[in-house]
T-cell receptor, first 112, second 115 residues
Framework: GDSVTQMEGPVTLSEEAFLTINCTYT??????LFWYVQYPGEGLQLLLK?????DKGSNKGFEATYRKETTSFHLEKGSVQVSDSAVYFC???????????FGTGTRLTVIP | NAGVTQTPKFQVLKTGQSMTLQCAQD?????MYWYRQDPGMGLRLIYY???????DKGEVPNGYNVSRLNKREFSLRLESAAPSQTSVYFC??????????????FGSGTQLSVL
């Protein structure tokens, strides 16, 4: 079945460091891919998405490229800020699916 | 803007007790969802309602019931709580009817402990 595998956390970085959070997926057909972010005490909110191969989603300095050849959707940011501290979830919606499949989440802490 | 509102935010139950988690959205969304979030497992869909008057099971429906009271409200009921239901519960909504590309709007969650 459809699934998402996300890198284990937690991840601790210094401010202005480069961030990569790995995400790979298993799906039949052509899924849509998402990154959601959960700030402390809040619900999840959509960060970015990509709906077909080679699409790049971007928002708030974060980027992720839908790579069908490597079945990946890694999240990157060139220079993280303290305000980026949160839990990041990779998610997949498969062809014909009526559900989002979420990864386990990666907690990011950015220290000044 | 309120968005998706869940109550309560925290709850402690004893095994065998019952309770209802409430969820309401003010965005005129058609579809609503209940997820649970457990450490190391991400979010899993319990039940969803694609439109007013319909409900369907998700991945982990056992031990739960839902009611789509009207377009705004979607409640989750635990009839006889078990320790395995200790989790953080999230309600979400989307518009229009769920499609592959549609984003979900989440509430801030209910932290439930069953002793």
């Amino acid at each position: 079945g459809d699934s998402v595998t996300q890198m284990e956390g937690p991840v601790t970085l210094s401010e202005e460091a480069f961030l990569t959070i790995n995400c790979t997926y298993t799906a039949t057909g052509y899924p849509s891919l998402f990154w959601y972010v959960q700030y402390p005490g809040e619900g999840l909110q959509l960060l970015l998405k990509a709906t077909k191969a080679d699409d790049k989603g971007s928002n708030k300095g974060f980027e992720a490229t839908y790579r069908k050849e490597t079945t990946s959707f890694h999240l990157e940011k060139g220079s993280v800020q303290v305000s980026d501290s949160a839990v990041y979830f990779c998610a997949l919606s498969g062809t014909g699916a009526n559900n989002l499949f979420f990864g386990t989440g990666t907690r990011l802490t950015v220290i000044p | 803007n309120a968005g998706v509102t869940q109550t309560p935010k925290f709850q402690v139950l004893k095994t065998g007790q019952s309770m209802t988690l409430q969820c309401a959205q003010d965005m005129n969304h058609n579809s609503m969802y209940w997820y649970r979030q457990d450490p190391g497992m991400g979010l899993r869909l319990i039940y969803y309602s694609a439109s007013e008057g319909t409900t369907d099971k998700g991945e982990v429906p056992n031990g739960y019931n839902v009611s789509r009271l009207n377009k705004r409200e979607f409640s989750l009921r635990l009839e006889s709580a078990a320790p395995s239901q200790t989790s953080v519960y999230f309600c979400a909504s989307s518009y229009p009817r769920w499609s592959r590309n549609e984003k979900l709007f989440f509430g801030s969650g209910t932290q439930l402990s069953v002793l």
